[in-house]
């Protein structure tokens, strides 16, 4: 099955952040439908159907050059498509585990850099009492089965509530396992220091036992911090991704009552605070008198007329040679698929693909080879160029 997509551009701004939007998709947002560009992207795209019949798929992935694709289903599975067929057997079976809350589950999977010689995998999901869980496991003497005995928990983080988990993490540039967490439905736990709540954190899991520190996180040292922290200030986290010829770490942030957010964070920029709860995407939030300057402000938001909940995607880096460098992402209710290009830390080249069709996308997934996927309640799509 394949859907075409069709690409319109858009700039319009509001509050110094470009706010995306199509009219003709979108009627009542606050943008304005200024026209396809065709020269900005590929013309046309579209989404080949690469497996169905899956049970809430959150997440994809795939170690680099393996051809396989690992879905991450919430109900608690791992399932492989191999040469184009869903395997019966799942990867790694964890639903004995796995609470089963509407934001809570299985929530994503890492592989570690060097799997193909160590076998490591690592998973997030929360548990039976509703806690974030971030384990490490092993391969059985099947490459397509994991050993579900075989788990080492490395990070516990207490939920206060069974929303804003993010529940996010993979591997960055500089083979550091990164870990996004939400505030856990508690606001202001996303400006504390002292918590593992509303931040991203960045751990060595080939040191320590059962993991070190980096001494270059940004709060080694500082006392009471915890030195896990890379990243703090955020809401809920869905999803996060790193640009693999850059190195920049993109931020999708699930918004409250009115803005949804991405934000660009630099591989050198640990510590940075994208301020929640005090600012959201630069508004003060509440009644509250703040000073948006004071914080690493996103690229792009958008408002609630044009969505309700963002789902973060990945710079595309796949064989469409017009995409390469192009940031894609959408909207759980909107239905739409957005892309910008990051130029001078800024975000360009605004663009939205025709995909009403899709339904809820869910998140994204990036295989071995740097092609995306578009995941929605039960189906994976893979994005494609169309042929001449």
């Not at 008198?289 to 710079?315: K, M, R, W």
């Amino acid at each position: 099955m394949t859907r075409v997509l069709k690409l319109c551009r858009l700039v319009p701004m509001l509050l110094g952040l470009p706010v995306i939007s199509c009219a003709t998709d979108a009627p009542g947002s606050p943008g304005t439908n200024v026209g396809p560009d065709p020269d900005s992207a590929a013309q046309d795209l579209v989404l080949t159907q690469i497996a169905g019949g899956l049970q809430r798929p959150v997440h994809l992935t795939a170690p680099d050059g393996d051809d396989r694709l690992f879905i991450v289903e919430k109900i608690g599975r791992v399932r492989i498509v191999e040469q184009g067929l869903l395997l019966p057997t799942p990867f790694l079976d964890l639903t004995g585990s796995v609470s089963g809350g509407n934001e809570q589950g299985l929530l994503s999977l890492a592989f570690h850099p060097n799997f193909a010689s160590n076998g490591q995998i690592f998973v997030d999901y929360t548990d039976a009492g509703g806690t974030t869980r971030v384990e490490r496991y092993e391969l059985t003497a099947d490459p397509n089965v994991a050993d579900p005995t075989s788990g080492q928990l490395l990070l516990l983080i207490p939920q206060p509530f069974s929303h804003h988990n993010g529940g996010h993490i993979l591997f960055g540039p500089d083979g550091m396992l990164y870990v996004a967490s939400g505030d856990g439905g508690t606001a202001g736990a996303a400006q504390d220091r002292t918590t593992r709540l509303g931040s991203v954190l960045r751990i060595d899991v080939d040191s320590g036992s059962p993991f070190a520190i980096p001494p270059d996180n940004p709060f080694v040292g500082h006392g009471t911090f915890l030195p896990e922290i890379w990243l703090w200030g955020v809401r809920n986290p869905w999803r996060i991704a790193f640009d693999r010829t850059s190195g920049d770490l993109y931020v999708a942030d699930v918004g409250q009552s009115r803005w949804e957010e991405v934000t660009v964070v630099g591989p050198g920029d640990g510590g940075a605070n994208l301020g929640w709860n005090v600012v959201e995407a630069g508004d003060c939030v509440g009644n509250a008198v703040c000073d948006p300057t004071e914080f690493t402000l996103p690229q792009i938001a958008y408002d609630h007329g044009d969505g309700c909940s963002i789902t973060g995607g990945h710079v595309y880096r796949g064989g469409i040679e017009e995409l390469r460098g192009v940031y894609f992402y959408s909207d759980y209710c909107g239905g739409w698929l957005r892309s910008f290009r990051l130029a001078g830390g800024q975000a360009t080249e605004h663009a939205q693909w025709d995909v009403a069709s899709a339904g809820n996308v869910t998140s994204f997934g990036e295989d071995g080879a740097g092609e995306l996927y578009v995941l929605t309640e039960n189906a994976v799509f893979r994005i494609d160029e169309v042929s001449p």
